[in-house]
């Protein structure tokens, strides 16, 4: 059985949020990944475009999605699932802290506007 401790896990900061890494091909996981992400308050969202689908879950807060050209306001206990291939961005608008848990599976990339792609730590 594998358990991961919240003391054990490793914490990212990029473009205003924490992504907190759970489950990873780092920490066992075979096929899916599962971070927690904080967006900090008045934090405008990064578009990118996700090769993998991914879930976001709000389990605290108020954020916006914008996926494609389709923007949803999302509160606490909100959930939307990102399609593969689409363009994607989180903002937070409010002048409070908002988190979210996210799954996607290994093998997740995010190719940034300027053509880049990154391969969070969170994902592997």
Known sequence: MVVIRSAETTAHELHGSRFTSYAAPATGSGE????????????PGTTHTVSREEVLVLVAGNLRAVIDDDAQELATGDAVIV???????????????????????????ATLQDGSRLVPPWVR
């Open 32 to 43: 899916l990944c599962v971070w927690r992400v904080d967006v900090a308050a008045n934090t």
């Open 83 to 109: 399609p593969a291939g689409s363009t994607f961005r989180l903002d937070n608008a409010s002048e409070e802290v908002a988190t979210a848990w996210v799954s996607t599976s290994v093998g997740f990339q």
